[in-house]
């Protein structure tokens, strides 16, 4: 398969000013892309981009991924200053390390809320722009979604339905030529990472940066999302060496879609729930 050329692609990235958002910006930089960098902060985010170049190749724009209306008014300025939409990575996120005794409950919802919803909202906003340049929609979900943990149902269920999101989407939207995928990492160093290890319970469940539980250099974490980009691949798991566990979930994926979801019966089905839709 050949690769899907970046330059002069426009990629909007969410949560852009963390560290898999920063680290994930310049690398798609270095190969020509131009991008839409989204986060909370203004001043964050016009930063950031200031040092990838001039606003034609970078800028920033606020967008809050618990609001579908804020998405909506990015995605469109997005689109008016580039005049496209190519690829969309839905990176925003949040976790702790809390048991479900104990959470608080807006905590969880929160959770659920940025890590799932706010996916959902993501992509909400940006297919209409997407379709037209039958691009390429990427979640960044974790090995929380195949690996759950104690201290965790609100983070490992974000990250499960963010797999499970992005393969029921890339199912109706494969006749329209869209790609979608998720990136699944294990752990490595981000501020996020840093207070989990920090929690005591953190440290109790993960036994820090030892054994199994090992970072890996966030250049691979990154390296996996441009290949992801490039490759328009459906998953990626970030070390290849925990693919077996990944993937034991879902080994009769592939063909229960085969029998069950064929491109034309799928195709059918997208045009009845447009029309009723319409």
Not at 15 to 24: E, F, I, K, N, R
Not at 54 to 69: C, F, N, P
Not at 135 to 145: D, F, H, P, Q, R
Not at 218 to 234: P, Q, T
């Amino acid at each position: 398969m050949s690769k899907y050329q970046l330059k002069n692609k426009v990629i909007v990235i969410t949560g852009s000013t963390g560290g898999l958002g920063q680290a994930a910006a310049q690398a798609l930089s270095g190969k020509g892309a131009k991008l839409a960098l989204l986060d909370l902060d203004l001043t964050s985010v016009t930063a950031q981009a200031s040092v990838l170049g001039s606003d034609q190749v970078a800028k920033g724009w606020v967008a809050d991924v618990r609001s579908l209306e804020s998405l909506e008014t990015a995605m469109a300025e997005v689109t008016q200053h580039f005049g496209r939409i190519d690829v969309v990575i839905a990176n925003a996120g949040i976790g702790s390390t809390e048991s479900l005794e104990h959470i608080d409950p807006k905590t969880f919802e929160r959770t659920i809320d940025i890590n799932l919803v706010g996916v959902f909202r993501t992509f909400r906003a940006a297919l209409p722009y997407v379709k037209n340049n039958r691009g390429y929609l990427l979640a960044v979900s974790s090995m929380a979604a195949f690996v759950h943990s104690p201290l965790n149902t609100h983070y490992t269920a974000s990250k499960a339905g963010v797999w499970a999101l992005c393969d029921s989407l890339r199912l109706e939207l494969k006749h329209l030529g869209v790609g979608v995928g998720s990136l699944h990492p294990t752990f490595f160093q981000t501020p996020m990472m840093e207070a989990v290890q920090a929690d005591p319970a953190g440290q109790a469940v993960w036994s820090g940066n030892t054994g199994i539980w090992k970072y890996v250099p966030i250049e691979d974490v990154v390296a996996g999302l441009v290949d992801a980009i490039e490759r328009r691949r459906d998953i990626v798991i970030v070390p290849k060496a925990n693919t077996l566990v990944a993937r034991a979930p879902g080994l009769l994926r592939n063909l229960i879609e085969l029998i069950g979801f064929n491109r034309k019966d799928l195709k059918k089905t997208m045009q009845i729930d447009a029309k009723q839709h319409g």
